[in-house]
């Protein structure tokens, strides 16, 4: 399926393309999107992806509630968005095209399935009248194509059902856009063999089948007058894979622990978007990882802090509503001082609020969501290859500092991907773990005077058997104390424990001229609408600059200096504006929000535009 | 804390004995409890160092304070679940959960109810004194119906739980009962819940002589406690009564109490069975003054406990591992490299 065989088009260059694969949420949308991510991270390109799903499985067929999609920009450069808008949409029924043409600029590529137009169809998208003739697409490149009929075409002789043929219909859309983009479909058709050739190999057949007259039809039939191609990206040398952010979550977590040579514990309930890393983990227990799915969410961050009470590494990985339920697990985790790590992929919220979509409306939640005063130190990783470097550090923070520690990931980072980097194990910091084992001098909460944290002393140990719990406790023996001042000594020394963790945290990384107009300050998730629109704004000689913090809590320390070296502070965030109180309450900094609660990332055209209006601002 | 950390062997109560001071009222029926766990422990024979005791919020759960092993006081009603955590991960500890009518069957119910029905290798001790004793006497749910306390002046509208039956519907693979004044009946069902492999359910019946005084004199008062209790003894008749002349047979799908004489012998009564679930539920019904409140074991059947099994999963996949390798797990799946 190599280049020999496709010489007979031309082949026209871009520099960077994001595509939009949309379809009923039963049309295998996210597998297409997938594999033809898959297929790009292994071109060479740099990518980014957005899924973006309904939270019911299936929807009724057909309808706008039941459109899923899945976006990816891949570029010859370094990108950081899965784009705002895409450059090819592929719709595989009228409500796809319904929900997503608003966001096709003008002569975008649009390829229908044409059969799926039918009246029924139109009518359940809302459409008053048919678009593929009423004159409503004139503007985009419409390629109309017999989808459904050339899968069935391909497959007339299997003898399969009907429907089951259907099944196979993205497989169509992902060989057409292959040979559109010129990917290579190898890894897709070894990707089918190893999944379906051992159990239903009449699926594997097939899914192959029809996957390769999309290919097929692209390159032969007189639809398709050229093919692009996207070049390499010039990325920093070293091996690569694509990877989503919980898959990036669940390595890291697995190689802090076994840097600390400790068994990982996940105690953890499924919740969308948090639970592909208890899957992840679950198939990595011959790496000492023990996962232990709940009956609550209470149960398995409480199931996480027994494990680590025994010396394991236990976490726990939630949403927003579960960390709700755990507040006071966690705060027992605080009082006891041992360690945990709490992994909340956020969501959208109130309540149950938008289960796949992302938000980052957690952090004063995890700041604050508990009794009493009670500091826990948080971490957020930027892009989803970055998780696993954050999973890692807050394993090394939560055992260093004898904490829980929260990690803020979201469900843009969670099922987003890109290219990471392979580390090295060898070049990855050390989590060093002593065990207590010697009896003289022994005082459960005797503290190390560095870093304040208690011994770690684990049943089995002899001569340490000591008694642990959520009563306040003694500044040394840790035994049952409600006198007046050990209490005041006790909050204030666990708060400076916590505040100390500041000598972990290396100089923030800036982007942009050391002092200037507008200073574009981020957490999370938004890093990558951020560094493209501070870029775009560079490139036009704006004097702004870019600075993403990891940590949370404590916040950085060199971060009040370069706050105060620019004429605005702009806070984009995906909630109400959190983190930007927090800024405001510790610096007195006059910084204001940039403030998206859609359940979608930002766009970077979004924020161009505002810190624009800023830099008009006297 | 401890000082002293001698050879096991030589251990005896004291070495269990913490340095605190117990804080639960004097008279309180925990006194004893923690009495005969104190005395038990050394019988055991394993390392002090290797018993856990582990806890939720109530009166009974001060009771790691007073244990010299190692402890966990914790939040209401969770206990199971941290220990959950700590024996699926650490299955060389032996663990014990001590928890009270609020803890283990209120706030905690969930909790008790999925370690007893996955089987975690966990001793659970409930203290059921029908009362909420640390909050000061609201009534609880194992209170009776129509039960006056500060929140229930016309008296609780509520019907009780049954700890053993909860535990039976569970399928808890060892149920028991004892009572706080029964030292020697006490300790001999501690002896078997902590020989048991998998979840071991003791209900203790303990008397509250401040907020719920005389909760079980109908089954403790020393006059009638022989017509009261019904000792169950796995192979043996269902007898009781003073001169053990009364027991108990099935009359259709029920239980009746019955006099031992004209025409009825011991062939005819009930003959305790420890591995059958229906007898068992049967007889976690009983109460007075109808009938005699059953003490002893319930149920006592093998399976194999959760943590074991979870252990073995893991160490299976280690050894189809071998020796665990970040960079071959970093590098699965579809990879390319960038030339420099």
């Known amino acids: 399926m190599q280049s020999e065989t496709v010489a007979q088009k031309p082949i026209e260059e871009r520099d960077h393309v994001v595509i939009r694969f949309a379809g009923d949420s039963g049309d295998g949308m996210q597998l297409a999107g997938m594999h033809f991510t898959n297929e790009t991270a292994l071109a060479g390109n740099d990518l980014s992806t957005l899924p973006d799903f309904p939270a019911e499985i299936?929807?009724?067929?057909?309808?706008?509630?039941?459109?899923?999609?899945?976006?990816?920009?891949?570029s010859s450069a370094d990108i950081f968005t899965p784009g705002d808008q895409p450059d090819v949409l592929v719709a595989m029924n009228p409500a796809a095209l319904k929900v997503n043409i608003g966001d096709l600029p003008m002569n975008g590529i649009l390829i229908v399935d044409k059969e799926q137009f039918t009246e029924q169809n139109i009518k359940k998208a809302e459409f008053t009248s048919n678009p593929l003739t009423d004159g409503s697409l004139d503007r985009f490149q419409v390629f109309e194509v017999s989808i459904t009929k050339l899968t069935l075409n391909a497959l007339n002789d299997t003898g399969l059902q009907t429907r089951a043929m259907m099944r196979s219909r993205n497989f169509f859309a992902l060989g057409l856009t292959?040979?559109?983009?010129?990917?290579?479909?190898?890894?897709?058709?070894?990707?089918?063999?190893?999944?379906?050739?051992?159990?239903?190999?009449?699926?594997?057949?097939?899914?192959?089948?029809?996957?390769?007259?999309?290919?097929?039809?692209?390159?032969?039939?007189?639809?398709?007058?050229?093919?692009?191609?996207?070049?390499?990206?010039?990325?920093?040398p070293g091996r690569y894979r694509n990877i989503t952010g919980n898959a990036a979550t669940s390595l890291g977590f697995v190689a802090a622990a076994q840097k600390a040579g400790r068994p990982l514990f996940l105690g953890s309930y499924p919740i969308t978007p948090a639970s592909d890393i208890l899957h992840e983990?679950?198939?990595?227990?011959?790496?000492?990882?023990?996962?232990?799915?709940?009956?609550?969410?209470?149960?398995?961050?409480?199931?996480?802090l027994g494990a680590?009470?025994?010396?394991?590494?236990?976490?726990?990985?939630?949403?927003?509503?579960?960390?709700?339920?755990?507040?006071?697990?966690?705060?027992?985790?605080?009082?006891?001082?041992?360690?945990?790590?709490?992994?909340?992929?956020?969501?959208?919220?109130?309540?149950?609020?938008?289960?796949?979509?992302?938000?980052?409306?957690?952090?004063?939640?995890?700041?604050?969501?508990?009794?009493?005063?009670?500091?826990?130190?948080?971490?957020?990783p930027a892009t989803p290859a970055d998780c696993f470097n954050v999973a890692f550090e807050a394993i090394r923070i939560a055992t260093r500092y004898m904490t829980p520690v929260f990690f803020l990931s979201d469900g843009y980072l969670a099922n987003g991907a890109e290219p990471w980097r392979v580390p090295a194990a060898a070049d990855l910091p050390e989590v060093k773990v002593e065990f207590r084992t010697d009896p003289v001098g022994y005082y459960p909460f005797l503290r190390d005077p560095e870093t304040l944290s208690r011994p770690w002393a684990i049943p089995g140990t002899p001569g340490l058997e000591h008694r642990i719990g959520g009563i306040e406790k003694d500044y040394l023996t840790g035994n049952v104390s409600y006198a007046p001042m050990n209490h005041e000594q006790m909050v204030r020394v666990r708060s400076r424990k916590i505040a100390g963790i500041v000598r972990e945290i290396p100089p923030t990384e800036l982007n942009g001229p050391d002092e200037g107009d507008v200073l574009v300050l981020g957490w999370g998730s938004t890093y990558g609408a951020i560094e493209s629109a501070v870029r775009a704004l560079q490139a036009e000689g704006k004097k702004v600059a870019h600075a993403h913090i990891r940590y949370i809590n404590p916040l950085p320390p060199d971060l009040?200096?370069?706050?105060?070296?620019?004429?605005?502070?702009?806070?984009?965030?995906?909630n109400m504006g959190q983190l930007v109180r927090l800024i405001r309450a510790e610096y007195l900094v006059d910084a204001i929000g940039l403030n998206k609660i859609q359940g979608q990332p930002f766009k970077v055209s979004e924020i161009v535009r505002k810190v624009s209006s800023l830099m008009e601002k006297k | 804390?401890?000082?002293?950390?001698?050879?096991?062997?030589?251990?005896?109560?004291?070495?269990?004995?913490?340095?605190?001071?117990?804080?639960?009222?004097?008279?309180?029926?925990?006194?004893?409890?923690?009495?005969?766990?104190?005395?038990?422990?050394p019988e055991l024979g394993i390392p002090r160092e290797n018993i856990v005791f582990i806890s939720g919020i109530g009166c009974s759960s001060r009771f790691p304070y007073y244990m010299n092993t190692y402890g966990f006081h914790s939040i209401h009603g969770r206990a199971p679940a941290i220990a959950t955590g700590l024996k699926a991960s650490r299955p060389d500890l032996t663990v014990w959960v001590v928890t009270g009518d609020g803890d283990g069957l209120s706030i905690g119910g969930n909790h008790l109810l999925h370690a007893l029905r996955r089987n975690v290798d966990l001793k659970i001790?409930?203290?059921?004194?029908?009362?909420?004793?640390?909050?000061?006497?609201?009534?609880?749910?194992?209170?009776?119906?129509?039960?006056?306390?500060?929140?229930?002046?016309?008296?609780?509208?509520?019907?009780?739980?049954?700890?053993?039956?909860?535990?039976?519907?569970?399928?808890?693979?060892?149920?028991?009962?004892?009572?706080?004044?029964?030292?020697?009946?006490?300790?001999?069902?501690l002896r078997r819940a902590s020989e048991h492999k998998g979840t071991a359910f003791v209900e203790i019946l303990q008397n509250c002589n401040i907020f719920n005084d005389g909760a079980f004199a109908n089954i403790t008062d020393k006059d009638q406690k022989a017509d009261a209790q019904l000792v169950l003894e796995h192979g043996k008749p269902l007898l009781f009564g003073k001169n053990h002349d009364k027991g108990i047979r099935m009359a259709g799908h029920k239980l009746e109490v019955v006099e031992l004489g004209n025409g009825v012998s011991e062939a005819d009564l009930l003959v305790h069975d420890e591995q059958d679930p229906a007898l068992a539920f049967l007889l976690s019904t009983l109460m007075p003054p109808t009938f005699p409140a059953p003490v002893g074991v319930f149920r006592a059947v093998d399976r194999p406990p959760y943590d074991a099994a979870m252990g073995e999963q893991v160490e299976r996949a280690k050894a189809k591992l071998g020796t665990p390798d970040l960079d071959a797990l970093f590098n699965q799946g579809d990879t390319w490299d960038v030339a420099p």
């Open chain 1, 58 to 74: 299936r929807a009724p067929t057909g309808t706008l509630a039941g459109v899923s999609g899945f976006q990816l920009h891949f």
């Open chain 1, 178 to 236: 292959s040979w559109l983009f010129q990917r290579d479909i190898e890894p897709t058709l070894r990707w089918i063999e190893s999944k379906f050739a051992k159990r239903t190999p009449e699926v594997a057949e097939a899914n192959r089948r029809v996957l390769k007259a999309g290919y097929n039809y692209g390159e032969t039939a007189e639809v398709f007058r050229t093919a692009y191609k996207v070049k390499p990206a010039a990325i920093a």
């Open chain 1, 281 to 304: 983990l679950a198939a990595m227990k011959g790496y000492g990882v023990y996962t232990f799915q709940a009956e609550d969410e209470i149960a398995g961050v409480g199931a996480a």
């Open chain 1, 308 to 380: 680590a009470f025994g010396g394991a590494i236990g976490i726990t990985t939630t949403s927003g509503p579960g960390v709700c339920l755990k507040g006071e697990t966690i705060n027992l985790a605080v009082s006891v001082e041992l360690p945990l790590v709490i992994a909340d992929i956020q969501r959208g919220g109130p309540s149950t609020g938008l289960p796949t979509k992302t938000e980052q409306a957690d952090l004063l939640l995890a700041m604050y969501g508990r009794n009493s005063d009670s500091p826990v130190p948080i971490l957020a």
């Open chain 1, 560 to 574: 009040p200096g370069i706050l105060s070296r620019y004429r605005h502070v702009l806070v984009p965030e995906l």
């Open chain 2, 1 to 41: 804390m401890s000082e002293n950390a001698e050879a096991t062997t030589a251990l005896n109560r004291k070495d269990f004995v913490s340095d605190q001071d117990v804080r639960w009222c004097p008279g309180c029926g925990d006194y004893s409890i923690l009495a005969q766990v104190q005395r038990l422990m």
């Open chain 2, 125 to 189: 001790l409930l203290f059921n004194n029908r009362i909420y004793g640390l909050t000061k006497g609201q009534y609880s749910p194992t209170s009776e119906r129509g039960k006056v306390t500060k929140s229930t002046p016309l008296g609780s509208i509520d019907y009780p739980l049954h700890p053993i039956t909860v535990a039976l519907g569970a399928e808890a693979t060892f149920v028991a009962r004892s009572i706080d004044v029964e030292a020697k009946h006490l300790t001999s069902v």
